[in-house]
C-alpha cells in the first residue's frame, strides 16, 4: 500500500494562497488521491480527490503531475478558518470494490490574521 | 440531520469494564468502516464493513468486536479495557464504488479509561 509523506506543520496568513504538497512514490495504478481536512474535536471531511491532472471545486484545487508521485493541495485566499489538519490519502482499492483508507501524519496549518 | 451519528460522545471508564460505542448512517451507504485516533493524531483504520460482511480487519485485539446488525449501523464493543486503549474512535461510512473515496466521518467517541 502507497505510503504518503507531508510536511509536519505550515504557517500563512490569512488572504494567502497556500500549497500542501504530499509525496506518495509508491501510488499504484488503481489508486486515487484524496484530501481531507481535519478540526479539533471533529471527524475528517473531505476536501477533494483526483486521479491526474488538475481537479478544482469551490473549496480547493488539487495538481497531480504525469507521474502521479506527488501532488499539491492549493487553498485559495485562507482564512482562520482554514486552521486545521490537512490528510493527503492516497486509496487503496479492495476486491470488492470498496476502498481502504490510509491516512498519513497530516499537516497543521496554523493560519495567522 | 446527522449523516454519520455516533454515541456516545465522551465515555470514561475504568480498567477491565466492557463497553460500547454505536455508530449509525443514514445516507445508503454500502461500507462503514471504525478508525482510531491516538493522542498523536494518526488515524488508524480498526475495521471496514460491506454490507453487513467484515472486510477490512487490521491488527486489532480481539477484545474488540464490531457488529452490523443491518447497512446503517456499526457498533464497536470493547472488552476489559486497558488504558492504552484511550483514544478518539471515529466511524466512517462510503459509497461502494470503484474511484469513490469520499469517506464521511462522525463526531468521535473519545474514550478514557482509569
Known amino acids: 500500500l502507497a505510503k504518503t509523506t507531508q510536511p509536519i506543520s505550515m504557517d500563512s496568513y490569512e488572504g494567502q494562497e497556500v500549497n500542501i504538497t504530499c509525496s506518495h512514490n509508491?501510488?499504484?495504478?488503481?489508486?486515487?488521491i484524496t484530501w481531507y481536512q481535519q478540526f479539533p474535536s471533529q471527524g475528517p471531511r473531505f476536501i477533494i480527490q483526483?486521479?491526474?491532472t488538475k481537479v478544482t471545486n469551490e473549496v480547493a484545487s488539487l495538481f497531480i503531475p504525469a507521474d502521479r508521485k506527488s501532488s499539491t493541495l492549493s487553498l485559495p485566499r485562507v482564512s482562520l478558518s482554514d486552521t486545521a489538519v490537512y490528510y493527503c490519502l492516497v486509496g487503496a482499492l479492495l476486491m470488492d470494490s470498496s476502498y481502504k483508507l490510509i491516512f498519513g501524519s497530516g499537516t497543521r496549518l496554523l493560519v495567522r490574521p | 440531520d446527522t449523516a454519520v451519528s455516533q454515541t456516545p460522545k465522551y465515555l470514561v471508564t475504568q480498567m477491565g469494564n466492557d463497553k460500547s460505542i454505536k455508530c449509525e448512517q443514514n445516507l445508503g451507504h454500502d461500507t462503514m468502516y471504525w478508525y482510531k485516533q491516538d493522542s498523536k493524531k494518526f488515524l488508524k483504520i480498526m475495521f471496514s464493513?460491506?454490507?453487513?460482511?467484515?472486510?477490512i480487519n487490521e491488527t486489532v485485539p480481539n477484545r474488540f468486536s464490531p457488529k452490523s446488525p443491518d447497512k446503517a449501523h456499526l457498533n464497536l464493543h470493547i472488552n476489559s479495557l486497558e488504558l492504552g486503549d484511550s483514544a478518539v474512535y471515529f466511524c466512517?461510512?462510503?459509497?461502494?464504488?470503484?474511484?469513490?473515496?469520499?469517506?464521511?466521518f462522525g463526531q468521535g467517541t473519545r474514550l478514557t479509561v482509569v
Open positions: 509508491n501510488i499504484a495504478t488503481n489508486d486515487y
Open positions: 466512517a461510512s462510503s459509497p461502494q464504488g470503484r474511484g469513490v473515496t469520499e469517506a464521511f
Open positions: 483526483g486521479y491526474k
Open positions: 464493513y460491506n454490507n453487513k460482511e467484515l472486510i
